[in-house]
């Protein structure tokens, strides 16, 4: 029993409240109503590719997640992906979403930074790496789309493309009502209702989510929790319709946190050993320095600290679609969105129980304004698919961290520079333009061919100031600069039959150049990618089962990676090139009327080709098993060629089950289980043991009991069985910190019942 993969079966049409089913594992969408075939399975949909279209009919590396799989117990969160996705490894930091697909991901971390994956909603991009961590909740499906995206997404997609789809309303009164108590206190309480209006003419849903719990952990030196969460989102959806040819769909969304989630946990020291960290010199004492003198093994769940992890965000869209079709071969998409975001975030970077200019609070403040029109024809051996966007953003944001008592790292009275401050504070506005074309043509009944082009600008203007007063520096930071990339897409299908579909493309994908706020550095380049990928979708038993593979390789150039320099400051350079290469294989299936299985396995490879930086430890003396080859070019760096790529697991291999008891009276008990199994990541571009995290396995159960037609359901649910600790994201910091390792955690183990009633 492996972990669950994205099941291709559905119930229910589109907008139907199919949400309202029990929570399952990950693996729970194969239990869903059966198709035509009698025992197979439907295809999903999906628009990820701008184009309406059958997931086994779709010529690109896709997984769909539906709207059985969001829930407690299943796909909660943007984290949970990673456990139903092959080549996807999610984290977070500073409450900042991180995530990789294939090996390639956000690698800055200062304000400013973005990651090399497009995030959307409906359509519409979600900006902020931070803003993608909301908004869970009422969903249709999730799409994930993996590799470069350099025609349908443009500028933020060199690994790939999530879609978030929310669900619509029928002419229907429909709705459904969740609740789920769990351990940790936890208590979620989601529910939808919707209808006609006026028949089909004017729709209506109003949805939304309440989440409490209590941490996962405390902070053992003030009482406060650590890791909880206090949030609720709502969302309301118009759709009209005009005649059979035009419709409208407005959506208003919300969302707010106010917690102490995403807080630093202390991993233990680096180069200089936990007894001479700095904190020392106050008289300060680090978590482990508790649990010593209680003689008891440290829970690294807990923190230490003089200061507690504030996490406080909310956040306003307002989206409107509009649909034309001709009735035939021509349709139109237009999609205007406009989004508010902001954040407070407060972390304790020296980790211990004094304070040793080791708060650090960021502030982050966006507003931005996002316009797509798509067109596509579809003849009867050519069809045509263009567009053009524009997106602006207006980015304000601060790193502060007061200098208090910093003054006894440089053998002065400790309050010498306690006016001071560590300060990047400024303004970067972005403008974004995009243009794209390509064009399908049926060489014969078996065989297409599709070649297209995107051009893509961005012009950035950023405003501010870097100041750290302990060594005396201020530097304004206004800078402006703008990039331009074409990307070509060349892509070739083979449809043999109705059940079998091969595919090969060559893609490049283009990632903006950078202006951090507040950043001494210059403008970062752009990175840039060739994709070349080649793949089969073979549907098996009559349509009762599906295996899916994939296998690529990239060539990277200028790719974008942040750390903190020797001077104890945020930089972010170019790395001159990397490749990755390896494959994915899926299956899907209903073994029998009641089992459904379904597999995956991945394996990638992912290191830089030439690449040479500055190594945090080498002033230190080397540690058995840490060397590194001095760089051709300048030998006070260290080479890092060959080294892999920062959390790109080597191999994952997971799966699931749902196997059906019938019962009495139309009811059915539904049995679930799923694990995933992943090698050994990285987190950093050294490979060392300092921001590692060793295999693991995750392990979720379920059993649940469906009441006649799923009006009603109770579940019983599990996730991380065997309560792993598994790290999330790992850094090293500043020398200023003594390069501790500070980072974020999956969750440990979680169970729960839940009850849902849909009507």
């Known amino acids: 029993m492996l972990a669950a993969t994205p099941a291709l079966a559905q119930s229910?049409?589109?907008?139907?409240?199919?949400?309202?089913?029990?929570?399952?594992?990950?693996?729970?969408?194969?239990?869903?109503?059966?198709?035509?075939?009698?025992?197979?399975?439907?295809?999903?949909?999906?628009?990820?590719?701008?184009?309406?279209?059958?997931?086994?009919?779709?010529?690109?590396?896709?997984?769909?997640?539906?709207?059985?799989?969001?829930?407690?117990?299943?796909?909660?969160?943007?984290?949970?992906l990673q456990t139903v996705v092959p080549n996807v490894s999610i984290g977070d930091q500073f409450g900042v979403n991180r995530t990789f697909i294939r090996g390639i991901g956000l690698n800055n971390f200062d304000i400013g930074g973005e990651g090399a994956v497009a995030f959307l909603q409906n359509g519409a991009i979600l900006a902020r790496p931070a803003q993608q961590l909301s908004g869970f909740f009422d969903l249709e499906q999730i799409e994930v789309l993996r590799g470069p995206q350099g025609i349908l997404y443009g500028r933020g997609a060199?690994?790939?493309?999530?879609?978030?789809?929310?669900?619509?309303?029928?002419?229907?009164?429909?709705?459904?009502?969740?609740?789920?108590?769990?351990?940790?206190?936890?208590?979620?309480?989601?529910?939808?209702?919707?209808?006609?209006?006026?028949?089909?003419?004017?729709?209506?849903?109003?949805?939304?989510?309440?989440?409490?719990?209590?941490?996962?952990?405390?902070?053992?030196?003030?009482?406060?929790?650590?890791?909880?969460?206090?949030s609720y989102a709502l969302r309301g959806t118009l759709v009209g319709k005009v005649g059979d040819t035009l419709t409208g769909t407005l959506i208003v969304d919300h969302v707010r946190e106010n917690d102490?989630?995403?807080?630093?946990?202390?991993?233990?020291?680096?180069?200089?050993?936990?007894?001479?960290?700095?904190?020392?010199?106050?008289?300060?004492?680090?978590?482990?320095?508790?649990?010593?003198a209680r003689g008891e093994q440290p829970n690294l769940r807990n923190i230490y600290s003089d200061q507690e992890a504030i996490n406080y965000r909310k956040g306003t869209g307002l989206t409107g679609i509009i649909?034309?079709?001709?009735?035939?071969?021509?349709?139109?998409?237009?999609?205007?969105?406009?989004?508010?975001?902001?954040?407070?975030q407060r972390d304790d970077l020296d980790v211990s129980d004094v304070w040793l200019a080791g708060r650090n609070d960021y502030h982050e403040e966006s507003k931005s304004f996002s316009q797509e029109v798509?067109?596509?024809?579809?003849?009867?051996?050519?069809?045509?698919?263009?567009?053009?966007?524009?997106?602006?953003?207006?980015?304000?944001?601060?790193?502060?961290?007061?200098?208090?008592?910093?003054?006894?790292?440089?053998?002065?009275?400790?309050?010498?520079?306690?006016?001071?401050?560590?300060?990047?504070?400024?303004?970067?506005?972005?403008?974004?333009?995009?243009?794209?074309?390509?064009?399908?043509?049926?060489?014969?009944?078996?065989?297409?061919?599709?070649?297209?082009?995107?051009?893509?600008?961005?012009?950035?203007?950023?405003?501010?100031?870097?100041?750290?007063?302990?060594?005396?520096?201020?530097i304004p930071t206004d800078e402006a600069k703008g990039w331009s990339s074409i990307t070509p897409r060349v892509l070739l299908e083979y449809k043999p039959s109705g059940q079998t579909l091969f595919y090969a493309s060559v893609t490049k994908g283009f990632k903006s150049g950078v202006i951090n706020v507040g950043s001494a550095d210059p403008a970062i380049n752009p990175e840039t990618v060739w994709s070349y990928e080649g793949g089969f979708k073979q549907k098996l038993a009559g349509g009762r089962m599906l295996l899916s593979g994939a296998a690529f390789y990239y060539d990277y150039t200028d790719l974008q990676v942040s750390?903190?320099?020797?001077?104890?400051?945020?930089?972010?350079?170019?790395?001159?090139?990397?490749?990755?290469?390896?494959?994915?294989?899926?299956?899907?299936?209903?073994?029998?009327?009641?089992?459904?299985?379904?597999?995956?396995?991945?394996?990638?490879?992912?290191?830089f080709?030439?690449?040479?930086?500055?190594?945090?430890?080498?002033?230190?003396?080397?540690?058995?098993?840490?060397?590194?080859?001095?760089?051709?070019?300048?030998?006070?760096?260290?080479?890092?060629?060959?080294?892999?790529?920062?959390?790109?697991?080597?191999?994952?291999?997971?799966?699931?089950?749902?196997?059906?008891?019938?019962?009495?009276?139309?009811?059915?008990?539904?049995?679930?289980?799923?694990?995933k199994y992943q090698t050994k990541v990285f987190f950093s571009e050294f490979n060392n043991r300092d921001a590692e995290q060793g295999a693991f396995t995750m392990l979720n159960a379920a059993v649940t009991y469906h009441?006649?037609?799923?009006?009603?359901?109770?579940?019983?649910?599990?996730?991380?069985?065997?309560?792993?600790?598994?790290?999330?994201?790992?850094?090293?910091?500043?020398?200023?910190?003594?390069?501790?390792r500070v980072g974020s955690l999956l969750p440990p183990r979680t169970y729960g019942l839940t009850l849902s009633l849909k009507f």
């Open 374 to 474: 798509t067109v596509n024809y579809q003849g009867d051996r050519f069809s045509l698919l263009g567009g053009a966007m524009y997106f602006h953003e207006k980015l304000d944001g601060t790193v502060l961290v007061p200098t208090i008592n910093l003054g006894v790292l440089f053998g002065l009275p400790a309050n010498t520079f306690d006016g001071g401050a560590y300060s990047q504070i400024g303004t970067v506005k972005i403008d974004a333009f995009g243009g794209y074309l390509q064009g399908r043509y049926d060489l014969t009944d078996e065989l297409s061919l599709t070649v297209g082009a995107r051009y893509n600008y961005e012009h950035r203007r950023g405003n501010g100031e870097f100041r750290f007063d302990a060594i005396g520096v201020v």
């Open 158 to 230: 060199t690994a790939g493309a999530i879609n978030m789809v929310t669900t619509r309303p029928t002419d229907e009164l429909s709705g459904y009502v969740r609740a789920t108590y769990g351990n940790y206190d936890s208590q979620i309480l989601e529910g939808a209702i919707g209808g006609g209006i006026v028949g089909d003419r004017l729709m209506a849903r109003i949805a939304g989510k309440y989440e409490r719990r209590d941490g996962y952990g405390v902070n053992l030196f003030t009482g406060a929790p650590v890791d909880n969460r206090d």
């Open 609 to 675: 080709k030439q690449f040479c930086n500055a190594y945090y430890g080498a002033a230190f003396p080397a540690r058995p098993g840490i060397s590194y080859a001095a760089c051709p070019t300048d030998p006070a760096l260290v080479d890092l060629s060959g080294k892999r790529l920062p959390n790109a697991p080597r191999f994952s291999v997971g799966g699931g089950f749902d196997f059906d008891v019938p019962l009495p009276n139309d009811t059915r008990l539904t049995f679930s289980g799923d694990a």
């Open 323 to 344: 649909d034309w079709t001709d009735g035939g071969a021509l349709s139109v998409k237009s999609i205007t969105a406009y989004r508010a975001f902001r954040r407070f």
């Open 707 to 740: 009441g006649p037609d799923d009006r009603y359901t109770i579940g019983g649910w599990v996730k991380n069985l065997t309560n792993e600790f598994v790290i999330a994201n790992n850094i090293v910091s500043a020398g200023t910190f003594a390069y501790v």
């Open 12 to 80: 229910g049409s589109p907008g139907s409240a199919t949400t309202a089913d029990v929570p399952h594992p990950p693996s729970a969408a194969a239990t869903d109503a059966q198709s035509a075939q009698g025992d197979g399975i439907s295809d999903i949909i999906v628009t990820a590719t701008k184009e309406a279209s059958p997931l086994s009919r779709t010529p690109a590396a896709i997984s769909a997640i539906t709207a059985a799989q969001l829930a407690p117990g299943g796909v909660q969160n943007i984290a949970d």
């Open 260 to 292: 102490n989630n995403y807080a630093f946990h202390y991993f233990g020291p680096s180069v200089v050993p936990d007894s001479a960290l700095p904190h020392k010199l106050l008289g300060g004492k680090s978590i482990f320095d508790y649990y010593a």
């Open 563 to 607: 750390f903190v320099n020797a001077q104890n400051i945020v930089q972010t350079i170019n790395a001159a090139s990397a490749r990755n290469f390896g494959g994915e294989l899926e299956f899907e299936g209903k073994v029998s009327r009641n089992l459904s299985l379904n597999l995956n396995a991945s394996y990638l490879n992912a290191e």
